[in-house]
């Protein structure tokens, strides 16, 4: 029988898109006036996550990196039913591009160690890169699938997937340890248990690591690791209607429609 070990969800906290503004200053995100929610993929990854331990057992372990505030909703993730939880929060942490992120996060994984797989969100709602499952899987040196709608079967090395790609989808074999990045909206996360919540408020205790815990130096993450940096910030405005009315009869409408989309 098959038996997982160690399944790992990448959870990130995100502002509401709508609710986004950016700093002109530092050109990064400014979160302090927008409501923070669990990245919605990330919580169908962890919804997945919690369907495979179900049928093939294993440790469900949410990893994420982010102020300490971000514990709150780690213990959400808790009352759903994942096992533990890692934070990785460290002041010099700010401003990580999506290599550093990779980095930090695959750095931790290593620490945690004994995985059969990582499940993460196709991408974030406020970077929307999503570099950040296959950087993971490539600083592991392990196989990464992308856009995974759907877990076909679990063997004893190796994982089969649906994924999503132009025009289709193809069914997809690949030995684990390995990195799956799950479509947005593949499934409907099941809401926090009330009992467990109340549990996980009161007494479990996050995991928190610094980036000395990770054999990290300043250098190599921040803004001083990172390969790619924000210049220019422009902000597009919609094109404006004309708001152009026609008066008169139906016929004299219809005729001065005709000439001003240009159709006669």
Partial sequence: MVSLRNIIVTMKVTPKPEEIRFD????????????????????NALELALQLKEKFGGRVIILSMGPQFWDQFLKMGIAMGADDAVLISDKALGGSDAFVTSRVLAAAIKKIGDYSVIITGEESEDGSTGQVPPGIAEWLGIPAVTYVSQVIDVTEDSIIVKRTIKGGYEIVKVKMPTVISVELGVNTPRFPDFERLQWAQSQFKTTVWGIKDLSLTEDEVGFKGSLTAVTELRELRPRERLRQFIEGSPEDIAKELIKRLGLK
């Fill in 24 to 43: 002109p200053v530092t050109k990064t995100v400014d979160r302090s006036k927008a409501t923070n929610e669990i990245n919605p993929a990330d919580k």
